[in-house]
């Protein structure tokens, strides 16, 4: 009886041990399987995929063979997971691999750059759900075989779930079963107008941007955005953050200033690590399903940009190094995001930017853009500094342009080359992605240009090394266990009150007061306020959309009435609020001038006032561009002044209102700017790069105390502007206000001064 007994144990053992390690529910949409210490995995019970299972563990046949292929196996490194998969793609597959969408919004507005229709109709004339996939995706994603999808605008947190899960289920149908890697340019900014309930969550938890959180001198607070980030971002289905921007801000010009961290090297590099650690790191330390792969941008930096024009558009297709100081460009990315402090090691992608690098290319002598750039990309990034991740170009650098002031495409240097020929220059340079990009036929054409000149084993294997690197970044992150989306997590996940605080608090630390003049700040709650309303200009925008002219409040006032009482004129208030925004000194480009027989160029002012450059260079150092008759872009002598110089005369006619009753100026703050025109007329000064209106009132008041830094320089005027170099950080002169503080890099106040902590001290 004994010895039964223990025949039935050991039969039960065996029989347990060769049982299935793994139990399944059914979602709303998809079936979920959890496999014990092992992965989660989930399919559409509508896609024909079926679960293979082996030594107990459960895995998906995505390819519908019946077979466990290397892919398919969850246990195997991703790399070897890769490479079998991508030996298995036809060219097509792989040709669509290498494409990255133009933005989508969720659900397609009608008309305009993000327009999309629904069964040939407009979205509100079709009868769809916001979540449904539109026209273009459907043919993008069947017949060009895309697999990386840019999401701009959602309706709802639950829309873009319900998105997600409508995608992945569309293409788990399809060949071999590679699902969609959603990406997402930066979501989490403040909305100034809204109200912060520390019991309340939102749609997306609200941040100052990378500039804002520059401000607080902590790399900390950098990587613990990342972090909560990265949750949010993969509850609404995003793999894939087209951030962060580490371009150094070296050109206070610049109009993608404010989406820097600053003119520093070391501040960048140390913020942009922990940037990256904060998105790619799940809870452990590695990849996993709470890891986002960082895109970072742009190499080898876009900052220099000559004159501060902008690389979107052929006026400002040029970086210039009168400095000679790429080294400090690219430091934040060799010394700060290829050598990340956790274990997914370095940034996953990398976008190099439009602009052309002029006369870095010691190798080949070509001044092309850096997407096509064998020697920025193919010898300095890969060779170099050994870099294998993904490359990925900026979007739209393979199309045609018909002038350097219209919003098109942006071949810099190679506008005379075919739209084929350039996507083959890209790929020969060692990029394995073109951004913007629906369409798979140029990458084929691309293809037989280089079976012709290398052979068909060559181009094969050139195709082959592209897909594994952006196979491995879908492997890490878990797509291919599980892309769904449980809608009720989502809903739990994005903008929960935990998050809203952290962003709040963040925020709060972002903000940088300048001048306190007299102790003026901190306000007591219940006084009086007059806070003058703004004018705004009409303006015309990037994509050429007019916009009116207005006057605004420029603060919401139900968040003001909840610390002081609201006046309507300076004889009842007891202070002045102002709010401003720094000077909008134009592009650098008018085609008036141009008409007038100039050469299109003209000065970007940091000043409201109208300025001349007389202290301008004589002759640009780059030019050439075939699309204008001149290749010097300089502006001497030129003038311009400021769109909204009437925020200048807002500050100083409210102080002539005021007399000797306090004017509290509120800069929200893109560029460096000259502060000679405002300064004197306020009694205190706050800067901030976007923030909810209730952080400024918990700061006016004493709820909080200012802490942050400049994390770049505030120039004394436009002639140190223009004599400074695009290339180096800090070579200007600070502007120094009444009370003989120097508005520079790492200055700023708190209730008792000016703050000398050891963030001042490890970076200044």
Known sequence: ?????????????????????????????????????????????????????????????????????????????????????????????IAGLMLYSAHQAIPAVSGGYFGGTYNG????????????????QLKFLTEDHLRHVLITGVSSPEDAALWNNKAQAFVEKMGLGIPVNTSSDPRHGAD???????????????????????????????????????????????????????DLGTEPRWSRFDGTMGEDPDLATDLARAYVDGFQSSDDGGWGFQSVNAMVKHWPGGGPEEGGRDGHF?????????????????KPFVEGVFKLEGDTGMASAVMPYYTISYGQDTKYGENVGNGYSKYLIEDVLRGEYNYDGVVCTDWGITRDVSAVDRFEGKPWGVEELSVAERHYKVIMAGVDQFGGNNDKGPVLEAYAMGVREHGEEFMRKRFERSAVRLLKNTFRVGLFENPYLDVEETKKIVGNPEFMEEGYQAQLRSVIMLKNHGNTLPLKKKQKVYAPQRYIAPSTNWFGMQQPEKTVDPFNLEVVKDYFEIVDSPQEADFALVGIESPNGG???????????????????????????????????????????STDRAYKDKSFTAYNISDMALVNKTKEQMGEKPVVVVVKVANPMVF???????????????????????????????????????????????????DLPRDMVPYTDEDGNQYDFAFGLNWEGVIDDERVAKYK
């Open 1 to 93: 009886m004994k010895n039964q007994m223990v025949i039935a144990i050991i039969l039960s053992l065996v029989l347990s041990a060769c049982g299935p390690k793994y139990t399944e529910e059914k979602k709303d949409t998809y079936i979920l399987i959890k496999n014990e210490d092992g992965a989660q995995l989930g399919y559409s019970p509508e896609s024909g995929v079926k679960v293979l299972d082996q030594d107990g563990y459960a895995f998906k046949d995505l390819n519908k063979n019946d077979t466990l292929d290397a892919y398919e196996d969850w246990r195997l490194p991703a790399e070897e997971r890769a490479k079998d998969l991508a030996s298995r793609m036809s060219l097509e597959q």
């Open 314 to 330: 052929g006026y400002g297709a040029y970086a210039v190094y009168p400095g000679k100081n790429l080294s400090d460009q690219i």
């Open 587 to 629: 592009v650098g480009y008018d085609r008036i001038d141009l008409e007038k027989g100039g050469n299109g160029y003209v000065p970007i002012s940091l000043q409201y006032g109208q300025y001349t450059a007389s202290e301008a260079r004589d002759v640009s150092i780059a030019g050439g561009s075939p699309l204008e008759n």
């Open 676 to 726: 000679s025109e405002i300064e004197k007329s306020a009694s205190g000064i706050l800067a901030h790069m976007g923030v909810q209106d209730q952080v400024l009132m918990d700061l006016i008041s004493g709820v909080a105390e200012p802490s942050a830094l400049l994390p770049f320089q505030m120039p004394a005027d436009m002639a140190t502007v223009e004599k400074q170099f695009e």
């Open 121 to 136: 109709k407009p979205f509100e004339e079709s009868g769809a759900a916001p979540s449904d996939l539109n026209d273009a």
């Open 192 to 246: 100034s107008y809204a109200e912060f309930n520390a019991g309340a969550g939102g749609e997306i938890s609200m941040w100052p941007g990378t500039l804002g959180i520059a401000a607080s001198f902590d790399p900390g607070l950098m990587q613990r955005f990342g972090e909560i980030a990265s949750k949010e971002y993969r509850a609404l289905g995003v793999a894939t953050a087209l951030s962060p921007q580490i």
